[in-house]
Structure formats: C-alpha cells, structure tokens
C-alpha cells in the first residue's frame, strides 16, 4: 500500500495502468483447446477435464440432470439469498428494455428500429477458487428479460464431478435446466463452436479466469461476446466526511479479489492517513488472511488538492467499480465521464452491486469503462433499422443515390434509382 502526493509519482502509476494482454503462452494453450474442440467436440472437454480438473467424464455425463438440479442441498439462507438478488436484478433489468421507434423520414417516408433477442446465449459461471453463484442471476436474468427462449450455463464440477449446490440452486429458481459441467475453457469454447452434445449459442456472458477471458477474445465473431473482463478494479473517491473504517473495509472488499487494483483518491492528507491505518488494522484483525500481500501492494491512497482533480484521475483510470463518499456525491458524479457502476454515499458498499442490488456484475476492466459497458438486457438484443420509403421520399432521394453510385464505382447500385425512373409508378 502506497499513499502518493507528488505529481510525478501519481504520474508514474498512471502511466503503469494498462489493459490486460495475454501473453504469447496463454494464446497458444487457448488456440490449442479451440483446435482440439473443433476436431473432437465432446472428447476434448472430457480429456481437459480429467487433465486440469481431476475428473473423468464421459460425454454422457457432461450434462447436469434435471434430477441433480431438483435435489441440490443449497442452504435455507442462501436459497432465500438468491431469491432477494433475483428480484432486484430482474426489476433493474426491465427498466432497460428499449421501445422500438418509428418517425417520418425527412425526404418522405418513414425509418425506425426494432429489437430482437439472440436466439440462444451461453452462460459461464466460475467454481473454480470460489463458486460465484451470483454470476448466475448476473448473467442470466438479463438474458431472460431480453427475451432469449435457449439459454444454456457452464461451470467446472470438483474431482467427483459435483456442481456447486449453490449454482444449481440458482439455476433451479431460474428454470435452467440445460447446465454443463466440466473444465471451463474448452467448455466456452464447446458453447461457441458447437458440438454433439452443446448446441453452438449466438451470445457467450459471464465472469471468468484468465484464459476464459482469452478463449472469449479469439472466438469474438464466431459469436458475441458480452465483453472482455481482467482482474476485479475499484476506486473510492472520499473527502474528509467520509469514515476512515467504511472505505477501509470497501476498499478491502475488492482487493481480496486475485490480481485486483485498487485506489482511493482523497482531497484530504489527514484522511489518507486515518484510513491507512485502518486498512492495517483490518488486515491484521478482522479481516488477517483475507488480502493477499500482492493485493495489499496494488493498493493506492492519492492525495490530491480538490474534487475536481479527483475526477479527473478517476476518469483516466476508468475503473470497474467506483464509489463516491463525499459531502456532494451527486456534485462528483457530474463530473465522472468513465466508470463501469458507481456507488454513491456511504450506505452503498460495492458488494452490494457484486451480489444483489440490480445491475449485472459482469463489468469493464482494464480501462475499457472508457469506451464500453457492462453486461445488460443489450447484451442479448439486436438493433435492426427499418426503412419505407413512399414514391415522394424515393424521388428525393434518387439523385443522391445516383451521385454517390457514381463516386464509389458501384454502377449497380445507381441503377436500382435509374430503373425505377424508366419505369415509372404503376
């Protein structure tokens, strides 16, 4: 942990941040697995999975019965968990379908748009070092509100091939019952290429790891991706009515998560102070083990003269997550142009947004809250422009059409005008 106050080191940590690339290995190892499940489908999940997970599977056994997911042993309080999170998601979610549009065109006529639901979309939920069961309702209950009827999840079993009850138990209250178990890499990329037993879907959404992410970077146009996510970011912005302990913990929060980065970016020097000395003594009491000391290492205390400036740092260093604890939260987000979810005021920890409060989790990373967002019902939808035109705009677009033909050599084209003309209305 760090508290930085020169201009030059503030610039120095900037200048460090960039997107997450893979390197020249992982490449190969995800351009290998897409090889071996486009040549042997089934078998290559099954041979990956018993080669990284420590399970055998057939590809019978692939699938998840129904029957295993009617008789998951979930927790009463995480069954009624689930349930709470579904219920805000799902209204979050409503809110953002789009109407479709129609108006007068300008030279007669009319244009619009209209949306349509991919037809089948593809959910990966990580088990891996924790079973993210949120990432279901996350990823799920979008798809669902856009309209998708054929909507499949996939998610690494343990050694004797159990899926996490947990999951199961949010599929089950989903009512997915097409649910695929097995190492999580060659199963995206089953998902996205199709194979005898998972049909090919048109939409892969969800968390992941590493090499998931990059299995979902180069299979990008066999189908859509939701987005392409690296390591858990968050950043507070906090002046000095904001409580030392509540961004210490908020902080900590985050950077327990593996290879996350962090910051708080404070207008008050005596406040950077207090909440470092909280963030050392959670981490060596109440929460002692729950960071690793890498995590710890990429935690960042700017100090910076006034709001304004902290908006601007926050704006180029885009982060997944933003929170805002200051005398005027509404008056800072004014000035925020890039964060993937903001958190406002004190009551709104960011592990309200990672669990329940409605938005989907699955967030940009690296930067990229600068120029994308995260998951939504959008994610599943498709725009289609529409377009009549009646004889009147036809006549007063056809010279327009016939210039442009003529300029971009596509003589065809400008016949499509021409031979209406010749023709005349019936």
């Given at each position: 942990m760090k508290i930085i106050e020169s201009k030059e080191a503030l610039d120095e940590l900037l200048k460090s941040r960039k997107s997450e690339r893979p390197n020249a290995r992982l490449k190969d190892t995800v351009s290998s697995i897409i090889k071996s499940v486009i040549k042997e489908g089934d078998a290559a999940v099954c041979d990956y999975t018993a080669q990284f997970d420590k399970c055998e599977l057939s590809p019978s056994k692939l699938k998840v019965s129904k029957r295993e997911i009617e008789n998951a042993k979930c927790p009463p309080e995480l069954e009624k968990a689930i349930k709470n999170a579904a219920e805000g998601i799902r209204a979050f979610h409503e809110k953002q379908l789009r109407e479709p549009w129609k108006a007068d065109g300008p030279f007669g006529g009319a244009f619009g748009e209209i949306y349509r639901p991919v037809r089948r979309a593809g959910v990966y939920v990580p088990a891996g070092t924790a079973p993210l069961v949120s990432s279901v309702l996350m990823s799920v209950i979008p798809a669902q509100v856009a309209g998708v009827k054929s909507i499949c999840v996939a998610t690494p079993c343990n050694e004797e091939g159990k899926v996490n009850p947990g999951i199961l138990a949010a599929c089950k209250l989903l009512g997915i019952y097409e649910l695929y178990r097995g190492h999580g890499p060659s199963l995206v990329a089953a998902m996205c290429l199709g194979t005898r037993t998972i049909e090919k879907v048109d939409v892969i959404a969800g968390p992941g790891s590493a090499a998931v992410t990059e299995m979902k970077r180069q299979l990008f146009g066999a189908v859509n991706v939701d987005l392409i996510a690296g390591p858990s970011e968050s950043l507070i912005i906090a002046d000095e009515t904001a409580e030392p302990r509540f961004v210490a913990a908020d902080?900590?929060?985050?950077?327990?998560?593996?290879?996350?980065?962090?910051?708080?970016?404070?207008?008050?020097?005596?406040?950077?102070?207090?909440?470092?000395?909280?963030?050392?003594?959670?981490?060596?009491?109440?929460?002692?083990?729950?960071?690793?000391?890498?995590?710890?290492?990429?935690?960042?205390?700017?100090?910076?003269?006034?709001?304004?400036?902290?908006?601007?740092?926050?704006?180029?260093?885009?982060?997944?997550?933003?929170?805002?604890?200051?005398?005027?939260?509404?008056?800072?987000?004014?000035?925020?142009?890039?964060?993937?979810?903001?958190?406002?005021?004190?009551?709104?920890?960011?592990?309200?947004?990672?669990?329940?409060?409605?938005?989907?989790?699955?967030?940009?990373?690296?930067?990229?809250?600068?120029?994308?967002?995260?998951?939504?019902?959008?994610?599943?939808?498709?725009?289609?422009?529409?377009?009549?035109?009646?004889?009147?705009?036809f006549k007063n677009m056809s010279q327009t059409m016939e210039v442009f033909s003529r300029y971009e050599q596509l003589p065809a084209h400008g016949f499509t005008s021409r031979v209406r003309k010749e023709k005349g209305p019936k």
């Open positions: 902080i900590l929060s985050q950077a327990e998560h593996h290879g996350s980065q962090t910051y708080v970016i404070t207008t008050s020097k005596k406040f950077a102070e207090a909440a470092s000395a909280e963030i050392v003594s959670l981490t060596e009491n109440e929460l002692s083990g729950a960071v690793e000391p890498a995590g710890l290492d990429r935690l960042n205390i700017v100090v910076v003269k006034d709001l304004k400036e902290a908006a601007k740092i926050s704006n180029l260093i885009a982060p997944e997550h933003l929170q805002i604890m200051t005398k005027d939260d509404e008056g800072v987000l004014d000035m925020i142009t890039n964060a993937g979810a903001v958190f406002l005021g004190k009551w709104t920890p960011v592990p309200m947004g990672d669990f329940a409060f409605g938005p989907s989790h699955v967030l940009p990373t690296g930067a990229a809250a600068a120029f994308m967002s995260g998951l939504s019902t959008a994610t599943f939808l498709k725009r289609m422009s529409v377009m009549k035109a009646d004889e009147k705009g």
